[in-house]
């Protein structure tokens, strides 16, 4: 038990579509950070947010945007979904943005068709 | 080249052996992270290492920064710590993670 929850675990859009997943972090962790995991790879960082202004991302475009919230709860939102958007997406919640013990939900799985 | 590599990919052990998963990095970081992934996909934060070793359970990390490597030992192994093992580094520029590929466990009773 992590004390983070991500909704909906499951999910399945049609091309085209736009979507919205929700992770609500352990209260005080200020710091929440996306990643999208495709089957058999390795997660791969989308953004961070800390203290509700994104604070860093990789390389994916902008049609994933996010936003935190006060109650330490946070939103990943993608447009426009693609085929290869089909994944696992986790939230990791922490205290601190550089050196932090890292808590993460049980993911949303997204399926594209 | 990967900034994280894993070794091996797949391990496969008989209960009870002494398991050693592997971690290499090539840049700078501030901490690694060893996490578990099971199946149903949700991940669990195992160790985060920024110097020598770590111990919890049957679970040993260690890390040698001069040499950017880090192992996971899993002593006494069992069938339920069938997972994915993965390592991460967070870099010097902040707390994102870099994932290696990961390394499917497999112990067989």
């Known amino acids: 038990e992590t004390g983070v929850t991500q909704s909906p675990t499951h999910l399945i859009k049609t091309r085209g579509q736009q979507v919205t997943l929700r992770c609500s972090s352990q209260s005080g962790h200020n710091t929440v950070s996306w990643y999208q995991q495709a089957l058999g790879q390795g997660p791969q960082f989308i953004f961070q947010y800390y203290r509700e202004e994104e604070n860093g991302r990789g390389n994916f475009p902008p049609r994933f945007s996010g936003l935190q919230f006060p109650n330490y709860s946070s939103e990943l939102n993608v447009n426009a979904l693609e085929l290869d958007d089909s994944a696992l997406y986790l939230c990791?919640?922490?205290?601190?943005?550089?050196?932090?013990?890292?808590?993460f939900g049980e993911g949303s799985r997204l399926t594209v068709l | 080249k990967n900034e994280v590599e894993q070794s091996p990919q797949n391990l496969t052990a008989q209960e009870g052996e002494f398991i050693t998963i592997n971690c290499s990095y090539s840049?700078?970081?501030?901490?690694l992270h060893w996490l578990q992934q099971h199946p149903g996909g949700g991940i669990v934060s195992l160790f985060m290492l920024s110097s020598g070793k770590k111990k919890h359970g049957r679970l040993i990390a260690t890390i040698n920064i001069q040499e950017k490597h880090s192992s996971l030992h899993i002593t006494a192994s069992h069938p339920r710590d069938s997972a994915v093992y993965i390592c991460a580094v967070s870099k010097t520029s902040g707390s994102r993670l870099t994932f290696g590929e990961g390394t499917q466990l497999t112990v067989n009773p």
């Open positions: 990791a919640s922490s205290l601190d943005r550089f050196f932090g013990e890292l808590f």
């Open positions: 840049v700078g970081i501030s901490a």
